[in-house]
T-cell receptor, first 113, second 112 residues
Framework: AQSVTQPDIHITVSEGASLELRCNYS??????LFWYVQSPGQGLQLLLK??????LVQGIKGFEAEFKRSQSSFNLRKPSVHWSDAAEYFC???????????FGKGTKLTVNP | DTEVTQTPKHLVMGMTNKKSLKCEQH?????MYWYKQKAKKPPELMFV???????INESVPSRFSPECPNSSLLNLHLHALQPEDSALYLC???????????FGPGTRLTVT
């Protein structure tokens, strides 16, 4: 069965520092990959997605992610973090043709001033 | 309009009550989803409707009863819930491929 692993439960960075959140997937076929962000008590907002093509994808709010098939990874990056980026980040995968979105356990991001 | 709306935002109900959660979207999506999210956990899929027909039920207890009256509306009827059912209930919609799922803000449910 498909699965997603986010190795880091909690990450703390200083405002203005760079950020990388890790995501590894387990899949046989080409996966469709997503990063979602959730502020406390809120719904999920789609940051970016990868289906095929260019392995470096740009998203909203200055985020980007790189798909690396050889490492089964889809890490999220941001060059300079803002205090408003503090939230829970979920990596997710859906198998092509399926309606089932599988989430990782999430990474909580804390931003220090 | 890329918005999924959910009502109510908050709901407190007793274990003998009957209540309903409502979800609405006007993006022309033909798939709609209910997720349950406990604190500090990822969302867990409960139900999927595709073209107004139930396509996935993730072995959810019968005290949760979904309904899709039309392509824009999704309800979740609640009856005889348990305190452990307290959670954030999220609705999402997409085209039937499952891609581009848009989430609503959720209903915070507390069962007393």
């Amino acid at each position: 069965a498909q699965s997603v692993t986010q190795p880091d439960i909690h990450i703390t960075v200083s405002e203005g520092a760079s950020l990388e959140l890790r995501c590894n997937y387990s899949y046989g076929a080409t996966p469709y990959l997503f990063w979602y962000v959730q502020s406390p008590g809120q719904g999920l907002q789609l940051l970016l997605k990868y289906f095929s093509g260019d392995t470096l994808v740009q998203g909203i709010k200055g985020f980007e992610a790189e798909f690396k098939r050889s490492q089964s990874s889809f890490n999220l990056r941001k060059p300079s973090v803002h205090w408003s980026d503090a939230a829970e980040y979920f990596c997710a995968v859906v198998q092509g043709g399926s309606e089932k979105l599988v989430f990782g356990k999430g990474t909580k991001l804390t931003v220090n001033p | 309009d890329t918005e999924v709306t959910q009502t109510p935002k908050h709901l407190v109900m007793g274990m003998t009550n009957k209540k309903s959660l409502k979800c609405e979207q006007h993006m022309g999506h033909r798939a709609m989803y209910w997720y349950k999210q406990k604190a500090k956990k990822p969302p867990e899929l409960m139900f999927v409707y595709s073209y107004e027909k139930l396509s996935i039920n993730e072995s959810v207890p019968s005290r949760f009863s979904p309904e899709c009256p039309n392509s824009s509306l999704l309800n979740l009827h609640l009856h005889a819930l348990q305190p452990e059912d307290s959670a954030l209930y999220l609705c999402a919609s997409s085209q039937p491929s499952g891609l581009y799922q848009y989430f609503g803000p959720g209903t915070r449910l507390t069962v007393t």
